[in-house]
């Protein structure tokens, strides 16, 4: 049997982690039942999410290689029709060590290992069929936040930037914001120099939220430009972008002040140049703030000299799927139709159509969030044949994984597929002098997955999954790009950090 505790660093200090403690009774449970011991790995982890979509133990089996044919693989869509599983060769019970000295663990693991002997006497109640993670109905979940973001907030009373690190978004930290656009009048006045300023000066921000970061950037871009005595402003376009037209509209009320300045674009952030193509060689900055950590991700493993896919399927588990579907007098099975519903339609259209179970919008927020609160991802590791069939994005392999997964032994990293398309398809908007500028949370260094968990998580409606910083440092300077990811200069101990890209000198 293998143990493999990763949050290390909770192992010493003032208040360290008992882990004989927190293991023994797992261990115990492990032993009295009749699973094959030496086929089992006891995986901990510190999952550091107030929310997130673990239970406090799981069981995750390892499939062995299935031999039925290409398609069994998934291909990477998670969309194809899924193949009965192929037997399993290992299995993985994941433990979260935050949360275990409140539970009965021995009772816990006796509980799934019984469920995983007899997957017929479940009571979980599944949202989805098993997909890769970026296929997932959290997904769905969280594009609905940001679509019908005032409601949610007007229910919580809680606005969505008080969920972020450090309370409210990096962007709006003056002093980092006024430092980056003198760094760009001085790439100006050399180019103005050389008589090569365009007319129009560009600027785009990805993923706009209340549009609190575009007011500090624009108001700051005001003050410079006329201490700058050259007319900058009066040259510059900015251009919101957001797939929520919600969040557009209300971002652009925020900076109603500018004018004519600002514009709003429906841009799916994972497909940039789709929508900004005509911006080609011509953005100065391209500004992401807290954007790549909420796009879409697979996660990847190699577990024994193998490559595995993570697959998931969102749940309910039994006793919440009970009580949610009395409150909104369902019977229990239909709680994942009306989730389903609820996605498609939102919460307005939603007591439309039912009346029956949701008495107004009030009510179906209600539903909504309770659903989300229960929400948990059930996983498993499904054989990858060939990494290099493997669409991480429409234009990118999986070969871009080789060295992660076959150089660190056992590791399980994300793929992050919705900021690596965003990054690679922004990479040709900028201007040769342009540059791309992104606080974000990265993991920097790839062997940090050994040693922390980086979601995904819950802030309240939106998901959370830390960026895979090396890859993205990979693509760029494959394609002529100087990629740095360093600490925030503002806040130098938060876990955001900033990733610059520019073309290479
Ligand atoms: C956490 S908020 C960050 C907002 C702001 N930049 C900040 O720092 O406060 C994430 C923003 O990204 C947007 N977003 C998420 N996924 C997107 C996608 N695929 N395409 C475009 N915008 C997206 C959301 O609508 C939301 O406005």
């Not at 086929?39 to 673990?54: A, N, P, T």
């Amino acid at each position: 049997m293998l143990v493999d505790v990763r949050p290390v660093s909770r192992l010493r200090g003032k208040d360290p982690v008992d882990v004989t403690a927190a293991l023994g009774p797992a261990v115990e449970a492990l032993c009295a039942s009749a699973v094959d011991l030496s086929r089992v790995s006891l995986v901990c982890d510190w999952i550091q999410y107030r929310s997130s979509f673990r239970e406090v133990a799981d069981y995750r089996p390892v499939l062995a290689p299935w031999r039925g044919g290409a398609e069994a693989e998934g291909a990477g869509t998670g969309l194809e029709p899924q193949p009965e599983p192929p037997a399993e060769a290992t299995l993985e019970i994941a433990i979260d060590l935050r949360r275990c000295a409140d539970t009965d663990l021995r009772a816990a693991v006796t509980g799934l290992l019984d469920e995983h002997a007899d997957p017929g006497s479940s009571t979980r109640v599944p949202l989805e069929p098993w997909v890769t993670g970026r296929h997932s109905c959290i997904w769905g979940f969280n594009a609905l936040y940001w679509q019908a973001l005032s409601h949610w907030e007007q229910a919580t009373g809680r606005e969505y930037e008080q969920a972020l690190p450090g309370g409210e978004s990096d962007a709006r930290n003056v002093a980092a914001v006024r430092e980056l656009i003198l760094e760009i009048f001085k790439t100006w006045d050399d180019l103005d120099a050389r008589s090569a300023l365009p007319p129009e000066l560009y600027v785009v921000e990805l993923g706009v939220g209340n549009g609190n970061q575009a007011r500090t950037w624009l108001d700051e871009f005001v003050e410079l430009s006329r201490a700058h005595s050259r007319d900058y402003y009066r040259r510059l376009h900015y251009i919101m972008c957001d797939y929520s037209p919600h969040v557009l509209g209300r971002a652009l009320k925020a900076v109603a002040h500018h004018g004519d300045h600002v514009s709003t674009l429906v841009v799916d952030a994972t497909r940039p140049a789709v929508s900004l193509g005509f911006l080609r060689g011509k953005a100065f900055l391209v500004y992401v703030s807290n954007v790549y950590d909420n796009l879409p991700s697979d996660e990847v493993a190699c577990i024994g000299g193998h490559t595995y896919q993570v697959e998931v399927r969102a749940f309910l588990p039994g006793a919440d799927a009970a009580r949610i579907a009395q409150r909104f007098s369902a019977p229990p099975q239909r709680v994942a139709e009306l989730a389903d519903k609820l996605l498609r339609l939102g919460p307005e259209l939603l007591c439309e159509a039912m009346p029956q179970h949701f008495g107004g919008t009030g009510q179906a927020v209600a539903f909504w969030r309770e659903v989300w609160a229960a929400l948990r991802l059930q996983e498993r590791y499904r054989p990858l044949r060939a990494l290099d069939l493997y669409q991480v994005t429409p234009d990118l392999n999986g070969e871009l994984l080789r060295s992660q997964l076959e150089s660190h032994g056992d590791i399980r990293v994300h793929v992050s597929n919705g900021a690596l398309g965003s990054f690679a398809g922004t990479l040709p908007l900028l201007h040769p002098f342009g540059r791309l500028l992104c606080h974000d949370l990265f993991v920097d260094d790839v062997r940090r997955y050994h040693s922390g968990f980086f979601g995904p998580g819950k802030y309240d409606g939106s998901v959370v999954n830390w960026v895979n910083g090396p890859l993205l440092r990979h693509i760029g300077g494959r394609a002529g790009f100087d990629v740095r990811i360093s600490p925030f200069t503002a806040r130098p101990s938060s876990n955001i950090k900033t990733l610059t890209a520019a073309v290479r000198e």
